[in-house]
């Protein structure tokens, strides 16, 4: 996987830089973004707390999402978030990746994965659902 320089077309917003997002491009061409291990994502001990694995997904299905929405003049706003939790997240880094189910005129569908050593075992997953606003 290559680095990448930056992560989405717009500065992060705060809460990515206390997480210390990347993002990485598969040899594929997919982009996957990518939350070590540190302090400030710990839960209990040796554990990732579930709001650093949630905004971990809302990243990845929010910079999907504006990527293809490139040059179109609309901005995605959160609607409606579940996120489930499957596994708990160890102490090591943690990857994302996200698909856009439905990308319709007014609203978009992205589901997004979580994991770590083997992306066929996700420890979370999210759907979001957008609303595509006018920007301006």
């Known amino acids: ?39 400030d994502v710990v839960g209990r001990p040796g554990y990732l707390h579930g709001g650093a694995i949630a905004g971990l997904l809302e990243f990845a299905a929010y910079g999907e999402l504006t990527r293809a929405l490139e040059g179109q003049g609309v901005v995605p706003k959160p609607i409606s978030v579940t996120v489930d939790f499957l596994l708990g997240g160890k102490d090591r880094d943690t990857f994302a990746g996200a698909t856009i189910e439905r990308l319709g005129a007014r609203i978009a ?21 957008f609303l595509l606003a006018a920007a301006g």
């Open 1 to 39: 996987m290559a680095l990448d320089t930056c992560p989405m077309t717009s500065p992060l917003p705060p809460y990515a830089e206390l997480l210390q997002l990347r993002t990485e491009t598969t040899d594929d061409g997919r982009r996957l973004f990518v939350m070590p291990f540190h302090d």
């Open 109 to 129: 569908n992205v589901e997004a994965f979580a994991w770590q050593k083997d992306r066929g075992t996700p420890i979370a997953s999210a759907r979001i659902n």
